[in-house]
């Protein structure tokens, strides 16, 4: 693949924009910067003074939006950082930005490190089994086929996949691999789905398996919780000068499976919530403060049209929120 050319198509690009509402002079974090769609959109409609930090823990996205963006590199409009999202705040630091108007999250991988097969996420195409975001990461998704027992590789597929086979299949892998290693992403899906019947426009009988070893590879679930009260906090900062921010900080999370939806959600309503008491408890003795106000009460979904165009969006769901300035 040609390095500075991506394959990724933005999904919900204007409902992302309608939620942050991107201005000039404003300042942006993309955490999950990707192809860099969703961060060109934002430079240009907040240019000609609009900012954007745009963060990634593939080395090969970043290079890639580097080469793509380069004007608005050059510009000092668009920042680039290697790092995992986890490490937000000190990322944030690090850049110097000190008023966040609006954060997006936009999860998992994207069409680049899928039809890469040589980065092991794809079971359709066959390639070493990687699937590290991070090509730095010590653990591939191959020591952890060949390595972790065989419980310990049930309750990823159950944790992870909600593989309703978890445990057939890692009885399956521990049995194979006796004989020799699994190392390929074919090798695997093959093991997965023999003697699963699998009606084509169906889900592949190996996409819960996939999915639930690059969560674990990657620590998918853990680096989200990690992040979302870092969001609140960068959105919620006072002015460098100790002023009310005059603009209510804004979080956009795009999510692609229950497990991660599930967790925005909660944050999101909690952070959303006035006090947390439980409901026998008469008067609040908790005393939290409700810090967000839900922009969409239920999550956004792609339409039918998008799917058509970009069907990699289908399981989208967009959540988003603003900081309540005091
Ligand atoms: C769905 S893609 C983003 C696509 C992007 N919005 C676009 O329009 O081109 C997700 C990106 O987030 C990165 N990513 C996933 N988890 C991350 C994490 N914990 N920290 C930093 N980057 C992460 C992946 O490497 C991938 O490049």
Redesign the pocket.
């Known amino acids: 693949m040609n390095l500075t050319q ?1 394959q ?4 919900m ?1 204007e409902e992302v924009m309608q939620l942050l509402q991107p201005h000039a002079g404003g300042q942006y974090i ?12 934002i430079l240009a409609r907040s240019a000609p003074t609009g900012k954007v930090l745009g ?4 080395v090969q ?1 970043l290079a890639r ?1 580097k080469e793509r963006l380069s004007y608005y590199v050059s510009e000092g409009r668009l920042l680039l950082t290697h ?4 490490d937000l705040s000190q990322i944030v630091e690090q850049a110097g930005l000190t008023s966040v108007q609006g954060i ?10 899928m039809d890469t097969p040589e980065r092991g996420f794809a079971f359709s195409t066959d390639g070493p089994l990687d699937m590290r ?2 090509q730095s990461l010590a653990t591939t998704a191959a020591d952890l086929v060949n390595e972790a027992d065989e419980a310990e590789l049930a309750d990823i597929f159950w944790k992870y996949g909600e593989e309703r086979r978890s445990r057939q299949i890692a009885r399956r892998i521990v049995n194979q691999r006796a004989k020799g290693a699994i190392t390929r992403t074919k090798q695997l899906a093959d093991l997965v789905a023999a003697g699963v019947p699998y009606k084509p426009g169906a889900i592949h009988p190996a996409t819960r398996v996939f999915q639930a070893l690059r969560i674990a590879v ?3 679930l853990e ?2 919780e990690a ?1 979302l009260p870092q969001i609140l906090e960068i959105l919620s900062k006072k002015r460098a000068d100790g002023g009310r921010r005059e603009e209510a900080g804004r979080m956009a999370i ?1 999510a ?1 499976h229950s497990l991660e939806d599930r967790i925005v959600k909660e944050f999101m309503r909690r952070e959303a919530t006035d006090c947390l008491c439980p409901p026998h408890v008469p008067v609040c003795v908790c005393g939290h403060k409700a810090r967000l106000r839900l922009l969409t009460p239920k999550p956004r979904m792609p339409g039918a049209q998008e799917i058509e165009r970009n069907p990699r969006a289908r399981s989208a769901r967009l959540r988003a929120a603003e900081v309540v300035v005091e």
């Open positions: 991506t990724h198509i933005p999904v690009l993309d955490a999950t910067l990707g192809g860099g769609g969703h961060t060109s959109a963060v990634d823990t593939d996205a939006v790092g995992n999202f986890s997006l999250l936009d999860l998992g991988f994207s069409s680049d490190q975001l991070n990657n620590q998918e680096r989200l992040v795009i692609f």
